[in-house]
């Protein structure tokens, strides 16, 4: 078993910037990708960005509406994902989640939540003057 524990979440201004931390613990080894995702009240989860680890490679793959603007990245000594949000705009508020998988995954794959096996509790993300 693998548990997800984020962190980071809080209030920012528009166009502030905001770090997001997803902490692993137990079988850490396992978890090949990583991801984020999120959800606001009355809509479905959606893919914000994942890293995914082939051949000693850390492959990045993330959403249009957040490309260029967010950064997903991996500290294998911590077994810790961050997600970096810049220029943040009113409509990525949401709660947050970190995710993770077994296994490597496709561009396409990386995309789909029915693949993750493990996840966090969430974080809060507001954006507001």
């Known amino acids: 078993q693998v548990q997800l524990v984020e962190s980071g979440g809080g209030l920012v201004q528009p166009g502030g910037s905001l770090r997001l931390s997803c902490a692993a613990s137990g079988r850490t080894h396992s978890t090949i990708t990583r991801g984020w995702f999120r959800q606001t009240p009355g809509k479905e989860r959606e893919f914000v960005a994942a890293?995914?680890?082939?051949?000693?490679?850390?492959?990045?793959h993330y959403s249009d509406s957040v490309k260029g603007r967010f950064t997903i990245s991996r500290e294998s000594a911590t077994n810790t994902v961050y997600l970096q949000m810049t220029s943040l705009p009113p409509e990525h508020a949401a709660v947050y989640y970190c995710?993770?998988?077994?296994?490597?995954?496709?561009?396409?794959?990386?995309?789909?939540?029915?693949?993750?096996?493990?996840w966090g509790q969430g974080t809060q993300v507001a954006v507001s003057s």
């Open positions: 995710a993770a998988i077994v296994s490597y995954c496709s561009r396409t794959a990386c995309r789909d939540r029915r693949l993750y096996q493990f």
């Open positions: 890293s995914t680890r082939t051949a000693g490679n850390d492959n990045e």
